[in-house]
């Protein structure tokens, strides 16, 4: 089981370091990229998901 603090270090890690101001469209984890197989990364399956979370947050929107 992870602690809170490894749970977050990633996240924090990507809201304060200057190393990542210009990485755009990746996946980290564990505070490093992570390859993600091309078949997860379709455009389609990304503009479909978008719209999904659209439609269900516009009422808090």
């Known amino acids: 089981m992870w602690s809170l603090q ?3 270090a990633t996240s ?3 809201a ?3 190393d990542v101001t210009n990485v755009t469209a990746e996946f980290f ?6 390859n993600i197989k ?5 455009q ?3 503009n479909a ?8 947050c516009k ?3």
């Open 6 to 8: 490894k749970a977050a």
């Open 12 to 14: 924090v890690y990507l």
């Open 16 to 18: 304060d370091s200057t």
């Open 29 to 34: 984890g564990n505070l490093k990229v992570k």
């Open 38 to 42: 091309e078949k997860y990364r379709r």
């Open 44 to 46: 389609e399956d990304m």
């Open 49 to 56: 998901i978008w719209e999904y979370c659209n439609e269900i």
């Open 59 to 61: 009422g808090y929107l």
